[in-house]
């Protein structure tokens, strides 16, 4: 099926630095999320995206947060700063008409 | 808000049963995907099925919207089937929030 790519596959970073997650959509979708997994618990719905703007967030989806897709290129996700609780698994996932498909996810670790 | 509750959460059966995996949502749906998640972590689409059913291989999806309520069937087990299964919905129309089901992991033993 259409692949979603997540860039980088692992990321570790200090306590109060920025990250900036990437994502490269199937080329004709639309609609974009991000979605939070700390090992072994539920997969958790952060933001959606479309035609350049948030259209839904969660709690989960911090002031320290932020997404983008400038000028069609990858779709971001940006901590600033990040948090110890912020260590997860990001996962990027696309729509065009139903069906999402996701990409394999960013293991970040915060220290 | 939207609530998806899968059940059971966790499973064991021998190679060559068969599972029910269901998913109870409390609001009204305008999708239904369900996925299987690998150990490692990355996600497989298994189902679109907003309604009615749908038939893949060993795998069987029924979604009754009246019921709120959607199962996955797995007949013949293997090994290979042993993961996490979550289901997806997106509810409320004129939203495209998609929310997940609390999963259900499968263990198959040989």
Redesign the interface.
Known sequence: ?PKVLQIPSHQIIDMGQMVTLNCDPVSNHL?F?W?K?ILGQ????LV?F?NGKV??KSKLFKDQFSVERPDGSYFTLKIQPTALEDSA?Y?C?T?GA?????G??T?LTVL | GQQVQQSPASLVLQEGENAELQCNFSTSLNSMQWFYQRPGGSLVSLFYNPSGTKHSGRLTSTTVIKERRSSLHISSSQTTDSGTYLCALGGVPNTNKVVFGTGTRLQVLP
């Open positions: 099926g609609y999320y979605y997994q539920q997969m958790e719905f959606n479309y259209m839904e698994v996962f996932a729509r139903e069906t999402l498909y996701f394999s996810g293991r």
